[in-house]
């Protein structure tokens, strides 16, 4: 069984300021790592995933998050942040080459709210 | 490109009454899945299906009913709603070998 933790409920930041939002897992076995968002009255958009290979993934709008194995984190961060930046963020697992009924389910850490203030 | 739909977008019910939370998607994913996300706790697994025919409990699977008939469509059943069912409700399906999925826009459920 996996678990995530999100260790930030909250996050509020200005407009153009750095932002970093931490995630930690826990698996004893190995994983692929995602980060959801989630706007105002929407649903879930994926914004980034590491599977396999380079450690470091990228979003299309400038979010990033590196996958540190010694440490169990994924933690996402963006150089500068915009209003619309303004969202939940929700850090999730899944078992990596699963099959069978344990295929494709992902567990989800409890959200953080990033507030971008101008 | 519908993707993942969900419906209704709210609803509220009284506590006793039945009501089946409906989602459907067009893009042949194998897999589908309900999740309720309440503050602070995410978004837990209530139960999901790998295939038509083939259902299994998530996390949180009591009170609620599912079935797969067909591929494109998973509905969820409340059949005695409890004010602890409050919550917002998302449908998610992906496909075989993909990773990540795709959600709907969710449903928000009140049991008063």
């Not at chain 1, 980060?35 to 929407?42: A, D, L, S, T």
């Not at chain 1, 590491?50 to 440490?71: C, D, M, P, R």
């Not at chain 1, 930046?85 to 494709?104: H, I, K, L, R, W």
Request: charged share 15%; glycine share 8%; proline share 4%.
């Amino acid at each position: 069984a996996q678990s995530v933790t999100q260790l930030d409920s909250q996050v509020p930041v200005f407009e153009e300021a750095p932002v970093e939002l931490r995630c930690n897992y826990s698996s004893s076995v190995s994983v692929y790592l995602f980060w959801y968002v989630q706007y105002p009255n929407q649903g879930l958009q994926l914004l980034l995933k590491y599977l396999s290979g380079s450690t470091l993934v990228e979003s299309i709008n400038g979010f990033e998050a590196e996958f540190n194995k010694s440490q169990t984190s994924f933690h996402l961060r963006k150089p500068s942040v915009h209003i619309s930046d303004t969202a939940e963020y929700f850090c999730a697992v899944s078992e990596a080459n699963a099959g069978g009924t344990s295929y494709g389910k992902l567990t989800f850490g409890q959200g953080t709210i990033l507030t971008v203030h101008p | 490109n519908a993707g993942v739909t969900q419906t209704p977008k709210f609803q509220v019910l009284k506590t006793g009454q039945s009501m089946t939370l409906q989602c459907a998607q067009d893009m042949n994913h194998e897999y589908m899945s309900w999740y309720r996300q309440d503050p602070g706790m995410g978004l837990r697994l209530i139960h999901y299906s790998v295939g038509a025919g083939i259902t299994d409990q998530g996390e949180v699977p009591n009170g609620y009913n599912v079935s797969r008939s067909t591929t494109e469509d998973f509905p969820l059943r409340l059949l005695s709603a409890a004010p602890s069912q409050t919550s917002v409700y998302f449908c998610a399906s992906r496909r075989q070998g993909a990773r990540g999925a795709f959600f709907g826009q969710g449903t928000r459920l009140t049991v008063v």
